[in-house]
């Protein structure tokens, strides 16, 4: 079945450090594909999403780029903030709308 | 702004009673989701509903029913709560192919 891999964390950087966090995917057909982000004590927002081949979504200065010929999502930031310390997911939906997640990644950012 | 409530943030519960999780989303979406999240393991989806009196098992759906009598209330059952069910617990709704607004979680501890 589908299935989203993103890399272990936890990550610990300090303020203004760029971030990339990897995320592949194995799926049968074309899935969209989805950044959400929790921040402590909340539920998940949505963060980015592409729904094709090279499409690239984008969000307070967060983006990600959907490559099919590497299936992989990172999602990557310039400049990060101590807001930013979230837990961050990567998932994908094909068809019924039904979400498959990544195991998560846990951001900490020190001033 | 979307809203999706659930009853509890927190609930405490003793081996074998049944608990009803409850959700509530204000925004006529059709789709309603419940998820359970688990520290390494992500989201895993135990049941969702596309419609009314409408549901479809999960990936994890074992121990678990739900109920979904209006549009807007989505509710989660463990027939016979156990401590493996100690857990994070997620209510989602979207409009069919859309994004899914997630409330803020019910953290429920059986013991």
């Known amino acids: 079945g589908d299935s989203v891999t993103q890399m272990e964390g936890p990550v610990t950087l300090s303020e203004e450090a760029f971030l990339t966090i990897n995320c592949t995917y194995t799926a049968t057909g074309y899935p969209s594909l989805f950044w959400y982000v929790q921040y402590p004590g909340e539920g998940l927002q949505l963060l980015l999403k592409?729904?094709?081949?090279?499409d690239k979504g984008s969000n307070k200065g967060f983006e990600a780029t959907y490559r099919k010929e590497t299936t992989s999502f990172h999602l990557e930031k310039g400049s990060v903030q101590v807001s930013d310390s979230a837990v961050y997911f990567c998932?994908?939906?094909?068809?019924?709308?039904?979400?498959?997640f990544g195991q998560g990644t846990r951001l900490t950012i020190n001033p | 702004d979307v809203k999706v409530t659930q009853s509890s943030r927190y609930l405490v519960k003793r081996t074998g009673e049944k608990v009803f999780l409850e959700c509530v989303q204000d925004?006529?979406?059709?789709?309603m989701f419940w998820y359970r999240q688990d520290p390494g393991l992500g989201l895993r989806l135990i049941y969702f509903?596309?419609?009314?009196?409408?549901?479809e098992k999960g990936d994890i759906p074992e121990g678990y029913s739900v109920s979904r009598e209006k549009k807007e209330r989505f509710s989660l059952i463990l027939e016979s709560a156990s401590t493996n069910q100690t857990s994070m617990y997620l209510c989602?709704?979207?409009?069919?192919?859309?994004?899914?607004?997630f409330g803020p979680g019910t953290r429920l501890t059986v013991t």
């Open positions: 998932a994908l939906s094909q068809g019924a709308q039904k979400l498959v």
């Open positions: 592409a729904t094709k081949a090279d």
């Open positions: 989602a709704s979207s409009f069919p192919k859309l994004e899914q607004y």
């Open positions: 509903s596309y419609d009314v009196k409408m549901k």
């Open positions: 925004m006529d979406h059709e789709n």
